[in-house]
C-alpha cells in the first residue's frame, strides 16, 4: 500500500508534517519511514520540496515574490 499520494495531497493544503500523520493515523516517525521507503526523503523533506513546488508555480504564474512567499 502506499501512503505518498494521500500524503502529498495533506501537504499541498499546506498541512504541517505532524498533523499529516495524525489525519493518517500514523505516528509521525512511522510515517516518515514509510515516505522515505517511497521517496527516499523524509516526511519533513517531502513537506519542503511540495512547498517549494506550489512556490515555484505560482512564480512561474506571474504571482508577487511577496504573494508566493
Known sequence: MTVLHPVQKLLE????PKSVAAELGYHPDYLSRLVRAETG????ALAAQVRLQKV?????EHELVRDAA
Do not use: D, F, G, N
Open 41 to 44: 526523503l523524509s516526511l519533513s
Open 13 to 16: 493544503k499546506e498541512a504541517k
Open 56 to 60: 515555484q508555480k505560482l512564480l512561474r
